[in-house]
């Protein structure tokens, strides 16, 4: 996955938190395969999310989406990408468990102190959400910030989503939610 300074929010002491969480990110999704450039259509509470066909992701009011230049579906309040979403077409089988996705959060961010605020688990969605703080050299920490990661079976398809760095504890909340109910339509007849 190919990290660009510009795909992270400058946060003054979260520069390196956010570069360590897209590279974290990559290493526990990878790429997305199958996602289009068609740009989202509005229609209220859901947004047509450019995956692919049929493929819906509900975003609250206000926000917006679009498919970014890593080919990944991205949303949040205007200017400010807060959710990220990766589809692995027929990877569905491959689902993480929440535990499975803690224990790889924790291996990629040894630099950083977690706090884990919130694990959930069914079969078609696993959650881990985390304050996390890097670790200064000094002993100290650096300031806290909010993330998520996550995994959403439908049908055979994955669905790996993840907050964005600079995303409050807010949009972490509501990218959690638009990631749980992430729904395909079938295909008209």
Same mark, same amino acid.
């Given at each position: 996955?190919?990290?660009?300074?510009? !795909?992270?929010? @400058?946060?003054?002491?979260?520069?390196?938190?956010?570069?360590?969480?897209?590279?974290?990110? /990559?290493?526990?999704?990878?790429?997305? @395969?199958?996602?289009?450039?068609?740009?989202?259509?509005?229609?209220?509470?859901?947004?047509?999310?450019?995956?692919?066909?049929?493929?819906?992701?509900?975003?609250?009011?206000?926000?917006?989406?679009?498919?970014?230049?890593? /080919?990944?579906?991205?949303?949040?309040?205007? /200017?400010? $990408?807060?959710?990220?979403?990766?589809?692995? $077409?027929?990877?569905?089988?491959?689902?993480? !468990?929440?535990? @499975?996705?803690?224990?790889?959060?924790?291996?990629?961010? @040894?630099?950083?102190?977690?706090?884990?605020?919130?694990?959930?688990?069914?079969?078609?969605?696993?959650?881990?959400?985390?304050?996390?703080?890097?670790?200064?050299?000094?002993?100290?920490?650096?300031?806290?910030? $909010?993330?998520?990661?996550?995994?959403?079976?439908? /049908?055979?398809?994955?669905?790996?989503?993840? !907050?964005?760095?600079?995303?409050?504890?807010?949009?972490?909340?509501?990218?959690?939610?638009?990631?749980?109910?992430?729904?395909?339509?079938?295909?008209?007849?």
């Amino acid at each position: 996955m190919r990290v660009l300074a510009s !795909s992270a929010r @400058k946060v003054p002491g979260l520069e390196r938190l956010g570069l360590v969480s897209l590279v974290s990110l /990559g290493v526990l999704f990878g790429g997305c @395969k199958g996602c289009s450039d068609e740009k989202p259509s509005v229609e209220g509470m859901t947004e047509d999310a450019g995956l692919r066909s049929g493929v819906k992701v509900p975003l609250p009011p206000g926000w917006s989406a679009q498919v970014a230049t890593d /080919g990944s579906f991205q949303a949040g309040p205007p /200017g400010r $990408p807060a959710l990220r979403v990766d589809l692995k $077409p027929g990877q569905g089988e491959e689902m993480p !468990s929440s535990e @499975k996705l803690a224990d790889t959060v924790r291996q990629q961010m @040894k630099q950083f102190t977690l706090s884990l605020d919130q694990e959930e688990e069914s079969p078609s969605f696993s959650l881990l959400r985390v304050t996390m703080a890097p670790a200064l050299g000094d002993g100290g920490l650096g300031p806290e910030a $909010p993330a998520f990661f996550g995994a959403r079976r439908v /049908g055979d398809d994955l669905f790996l989503c993840a !907050s964005l760095p600079g995303a409050s504890s807010e949009e972490v909340r509501l990218a959690t939610e638009a990631c749980r109910t992430i729904q395909v339509q079938a295909a008209p007849r």
